[in-house]
């Protein structure tokens, strides 16, 4: 009886204690030709294993560095890609660097601050207008989404002013159309929210009691059968 505490240290667990012990038994082989063959035949037995794989980029590539992984960077056969070593392996990439920006606007962030310097840059006159417009628009989106109230278009021409210094003026008014949404629903409602859910459980007919299909089924009943009828039975 052998126990797991009694083994060598399993490394990819994915890959079961056979596909180590085939492993180790290609890096005994001392012919050059056959453990070539053998490791091309634990790659394949690999990928079998783990059909998952086949939907990452470069899967056999990744099942490569799994076999090297696995001898502990050991196993002396040709591979169709480039060897890992176990410095490569534990090796850190570089900090990216963070970009360090100063809004000067913090409400309306960084980019319409590269917008507005886009717009006061451009010459001609329609598509600097068209740039004051869509500026316009995003701030007073942004006031919406931020406040839940209605701002004023002369407050935003003030800020839009106070920004480019006089420089931009927007012709058109802008039109936020989730809060005309949501105004139009309250004032359907009665200012008072949504209307009152109607209840699923509510009687549909307009008799508060019965139902109309069981009345006509219950007459004529009555009918075939005289119970209840003005006619008779006549006797043959």
């Given at each position: 009886?052998?126990?797991?505490?009694?083994?060598?240290?399993?490394?990819?667990?994915?890959?079961?204690?056979?596909?180590?012990?085939?492993?180790?038994?290609?890096?005994?082989?001392?012919?050059?030709?056959?453990?070539?063959?053998?490791?091309?035949?634990?790659?394949?037995?690999?990928?079998?294993?783990?059909?998952?794989?086949?939907?990452?980029?470069?899967?056999?590539?990744?099942?490569?560095?799994?076999?090297?992984?696995?001898?502990d960077f050991?196993?002396?056969?040709?591979?169709?890609y480039p060897?890992?070593?176990?410095?490569?392996?534990?090796?850190?990439?570089?900090?990216?660097?963070?970009?360090?920006?100063?809004?000067?606007?913090?409400?309306?962030?960084?980019?319409?601050?590269?917008?507005?310097?886009?717009?006061?840059?451009?010459?001609?006159?329609?598509?600097?207008?068209?740039?004051?417009?869509?500026?316009?628009?995003?701030?007073?989106?942004?006031?919406?989404?931020?406040?839940?109230?209605?701002?004023?278009?002369?407050?935003?021409?003030?800020?839009?002013?106070?920004?480019?210094?006089?420089?931009?003026?927007?012709?058109?008014?802008?039109?936020?159309?989730a809060y005309?949404?949501?105004?139009?629903?309250?004032?359907?409602?009665?200012?008072?929210?949504?209307?009152?859910?109607?209840?699923?459980?509510?009687?549909?007919?307009?008799?508060?009691?019965?139902?109309?299909?069981?009345?006509?089924?219950?007459?004529?009943?009555?009918?075939?059968?005289?119970?209840?009828?003005?006619?008779?039975?006549?006797?043959?």
């Amino acid at each position: 009886m052998e126990y797991n505490t009694t083994r060598n240290h399993l490394i990819m667990r994915e890959y079961g204690r056979h596909v180590q012990r085939m492993i180790e038994h290609i890096m005994k082989i001392e012919d050059p030709e056959r453990r070539q063959r053998n490791a091309y035949a634990v790659i394949e037995l690999m990928g079998f294993l783990n059909p998952h794989l086949k939907n990452v980029e470069d899967f056999r590539h990744k099942l490569w560095d799994h076999l090297f992984l696995i001898s502990d960077f050991t196993l002396e056969v040709k591979s169709p890609y480039p060897i890992p070593t176990r410095e490569t392996l534990k090796a850190r990439p570089n900090p990216l660097p963070y970009p360090k920006r100063h809004p000067r606007f913090s409400h309306l962030g960084k980019n319409l601050e590269t917008v507005i310097d886009k717009a006061l840059s451009e010459e001609e006159q329609e598509k600097r207008q068209g740039f004051a417009n869509a500026i316009a628009y995003y701030m007073k989106l942004a006031y919406n989404n931020w406040h839940k109230e209605i701002v004023h278009d002369d407050a935003i021409q003030s800020e839009l002013t106070n920004i480019t210094n006089g420089q931009l003026t927007f012709t058109n008014t802008p039109y936020v159309k989730a809060y005309r949404q949501q105004e139009a629903r309250d004032n359907r409602s009665g200012g008072g929210g949504y209307g009152k859910p109607r209840n699923k459980f509510q009687q549909r007919n307009n008799g508060g009691g019965g139902n109309n299909n069981n009345n006509r089924r219950n007459d004529n009943r009555d009918n075939r059968g005289g119970g209840g009828g003005n006619f008779k039975k006549k006797r043959f």
